[in-house]
Structures are given as structure tokens and as C-alpha cells.
Nanobody, 119 residues
Framework: QVQLVESGGGLVQAGGSLRLSCAAS????????MSWYRQAPGKQRELVAG???????DYADAVKGRFTISRDNAKNTVYLQMNSLKLEDTAVYYC?????????????WGQGTQVTVSS
């Protein structure tokens, strides 16, 4: 069984920073892409940032220059450093990963962590 567990969410003032972590555990042979998504109340879930095993990254326009995604392949962990946070960054943040398990790559999701930015 494979699990993704996020941590690091919380309440922060606008302009502040938070660092999210997501660790994958279980019977894992390989992890391809790892991503962060977010879902604000009343809105669809959206991609925030992604990183593949070679380190190539991509970002949503709304977070470019403020957020940085990184990963530690030895620890099967992905991070999201969020700086200069804005009120509109408030959302539940989800980790996602494409993991080779039981013979093929499968998509897995974490349970989500709340990020609240206050004025």
C-alpha cells in the first residue's frame, strides 16, 4: 500500500511564508511526477506546481516567483516553499504523485493540508 502524508499547513499573515512537505511511503519502486494542487472554497482544484524525477519544474502563473517546489528522491518527499503569501492563496493544498506500484504507474493523493492567509 502507498500513502502520501502532507504536513506544514497552517495560519499565516499575508506576506509571510510556509513550507509544505509531502512524504510517500509504502512499496515504492519509482516516483515519476510529484505535484501540489490546491482547492479554495467554491472553486475547482487547480495545479500549483509540479516536479519530475530529473528536477524539471512547472508552476501556475499565479505562484511563479513566489513558490518553489523541490523534492528529495532519497526520502520520497516533495516540498513546497511558499513565500509572499496572499489572501488568495488560502486553500486546501493536496500532494499528488505518480508512483510505480504493483506493475505500473498509478496516481496517488494526500489527504490535504489547510493553508489560511490572513490580512
Amino acid at each position: 500500500q502507498v500513502q502520501l502524508v502532507e504536513s506544514g499547513g497552517g495560519l499565516v499573515q499575508a506576506g509571510g511564508s510556509l513550507r509544505l512537505s509531502c512524504a510517500a511511503s509504502g512499496s515504492i519502486l519509482s516516483i515519476n511526477r510529484m505535484s501540489w494542487y490546491r482547492q479554495a472554497p467554491g472553486k475547482q482544484r487547480e495545479l500549483v506546481a509540479g516536479i519530475i524525477s530529473t528536477g524539471i519544474t512547472d508552476y501556475a502563473d499565479a505562484v511563479k516567483g513566489r513558490f518553489t517546489i523541490s523534492r528529495d528522491n532519497a526520502k520520497n518527499t516533495v516540498y513546497l516553499q511558499m513565500n509572499s503569501l496572499k489572501l488568495e492563496d488560502t486553500a486546501v493544498y493536496y500532494c499528488a504523485a505518480k508512483i510505480f506500484h504493483m506493475g505500473r504507474f498509478r496516481d496517488y493523493w494526500g489527504q490535504g493540508t489547510q493553508v489560511t492567509v490572513s490580512s
